[in-house]
Structures are given as structure tokens and as C-alpha cells.
């Protein structure tokens, strides 16, 4: 598999990951449902992420790239944070249990 296919099934497995979150919510995201809403096997996705905590710390990535668009077009630092304050609560936002999935990231 070439790597623009990986990063494009990753991508897809992520926004579907966020979908069934946003039904589910953190406490109850498990992976079998997701793979099912894939239509594929649970070890399947494994292929692309090793657990379940890779696929967490994945979507929190998204929900930090989220809130660092834009960031680069202010020129005061104190201005780039407040903005980088206000995109990441409204990155949080963008799905359900975000802060706390964003708690439960293990680096």
C-alpha cells in the first residue's frame, strides 16, 4: 500500500472515528463498532493504528491542527495566543467529549 493510500484511509478512519464519537461518546468509543461502520474487520484497523490509544492520540491531533489554522497570521505573540485559546475551545467543540478526549491523550 503507497503512503498517500495510507494517509487517506487513516483520514477516513479518523472522521469516522469522530462520527461515532459524537453518537457514542468517549466512554463507550470502542473499536469493533468503528470497524463495522467501515465495513471491515476490527484487526483491520490495526493496519493502520497498533490501539485504540494510537487512534485517540490521532483524532487529538486533528483537534489540535484544528485550532492552530491561523494562527500563523498574527505577528504579536500575545494576539497568536489568544486566538490559539479561542480556536482550540472551538476545536473542542466540534465534537462531543472533545475536551475530554484531549484529557485522555497519553503522548
Known amino acids: ?59 487529538v491531533e486533528q483537534l489540535y491542527l484544528q485550532a492552530y489554522q491561523g494562527i500563523h497570521e498574527e505577528t504579536n505573540l500575545q494576539a497568536s495566543l489568544h486566538r490559539l485559546g479561542k480556536q482550540f475551545r472551538t476545536s473542542l467543540n466540534t465534537c462531543k467529549d472533545g475536551a475530554q478526549l484531549c484529557a485522555t491523550d497519553k503522548p
Open 1 to 59: 500500500m503507497k503512503n498517500g493510500e495510507t494517509k487517506a484511509r487513516k483520514k477516513t478512519i479518523i472522521a469516522a472515528a469522530f462520527k461515532l464519537l459524537n453518537e457514542v461518546g468517549l466512554d463507550q468509543f470502542r473499536l469493533r463498532p468503528l470497524a463495522a461502520r467501515l465495513s471491515v474487520s476490527a484487526t483491520a484497523l490495526y493496519w493502520h493504528f497498533s490501539d485504540k490509544d494510537e487512534l485517540v492520540n490521532a483524532m
